[in-house]
C-alpha cells in the first residue's frame, strides 16, 4: 500500500474509531514531536503538545498542520488526561523532564529517546551505563515506560516507503498491554512493531542507534534496520 493510500483509509476510518481515540501528550515540538504527533492524530487521537512557550509561532503552526482537536500546553499541563505521554525531548533531559511532569501513575511513556557521547575515536558511544528507558522507568516507577521509535529517523517515520522496504520498531517495555497499546500506533504508521523484551533491554535498544548513527561518520553504506518476524507454526 503507498502512503497516499494509508493516509486515506486512515482519514477515512477518523470518525468510525473515535469511541477508541486516546488524549496523547507529546512533550516536545522538534522533529520527531512534529512526526510522530501529527501521525498519531491521523489514527483519530487527541494531541496535546507540550511546550514551554505554548503560544510561540511555530507551535502554533504545528498545531494548525495536525488533524482533529489538536493544541498545546505546558508541559505539565498537557498530561493531564493523557494514556500516552510522548518524550520527544532531548535524551540528556529524560529524567528531570520526566520528574516535572507530575504524577504519570498508570500512563504509557513512549520513550524515542537517545543519550549518545562521542569517544575518543570521534564516533558516537553510550553516554549513561544503563538506558534512558530505564532511567525514565525509574523516575515514573508507577507509569508504563514503552522504548519506542529511537531507531529511525524522524523523516523515515512519516514516510516509511522512503526507506525502500519494511521497517521495524523494536519495542521494550515490562508491561505487556503497554506494548500491545503502542504497538497499535506504531502499526497505524505503516510500520512494524516487534516486541523484544523487558525495560531492562533498552539499553541494547539503543545501541542500535549508536551503530545506526555511526554510518554517517565513516564511509560506510546507510540502512534501517529489519527484524523479520518468523511464520509462525
Do not use: C
Not at 507540550?50 to 500546553?73: F, H, I, K, M, Y
Not at 493523557?82 to 523532564?97: D, N, Q, R, T
Not at 504524577?103 to 529517546?113: E, N, S
Not at 554517517?216 to 546507510?222: G, K, L, V, Y
Request: no cysteine; net charge negative.
Amino acid at each position: 500500500m503507498t502512503n497516499i493510500g494509508r493516509l486515506f483509509i486512515i482519514a477515512f476510518l477518523f470518525s468510525a474509531f473515535s469511541a477508541a481515540a486516546e488524549r496523547i501528550a507529546v512533550i516536545g515540538t522538534g522533529e520527531v514531536a512534529g512526526a510522530l504527533g501529527p501521525e498519531f492524530a491521523l489514527q483519530g487521537h487527541e494531541v496535546v503538545y507540550g511546550s514551554r512557550d505554548p503560544s510561540r509561532e511555530s507551535v502554533q503552526a504545528l498545531v494548525e498542520r495536525t488533524a482533529g482537536n489538536a493544541s498545546a500546553a505546558m508541559p505539565v499541563d498537557a498530561v493531564v488526561g493523557a494514556k500516552f505521554v510522548v518524550l520527544a525531548v532531548p535524551g540528556g533531559l529524560v529524567e528531570s523532564i520526566t520528574r516535572s511532569l507530575g504524577d504519570l501513575a498508570g500512563k504509557i511513556i513512549i520513550d524515542p529517546t537517545n543519550h549518545f557521547a562521542t569517544g575518543e575515536d570521534g564516533l558516537p558511544e553510550m553516554a549513561v551505563a544503563t538506558s534512558n528507558g530505564e532511567i525514565i522507568q525509574a523516575a515514573a516507577p508507577d507509569a508504563f515506560v514503552v522504548k519506542a521509535f529511537n531507531t529511525l529517523n524522524w523523516s523515515t517515520m512519516v514516510d516509511p516507503e522512503s526507506a525502500g522496504g519494511p521497517v521495524s520498531i523494536p519495542l521494550v517495555g515490562d508491561n505487556a498491554d503497554a506494548k500491545a497499546a503502542v504497538a497499535t500506533l506504531v502499526e497505524g504508521m505503516g510500520l512494524e512493531a516487534i516486541d523484544v523484551g523487558p525495560i531492562r533491554y533498552a539499553r541494547h535498544i539503543e545501541g542500535m542507534l549508536i551503530v545506526w548513527i555511526s554510518a554517517r561518520f565513516r564511509p560506510a553504506e546507510s540502512f534501517e534496520y529489519h527484524l523479520r518476524k518468523l511464520p509462525s507454526n
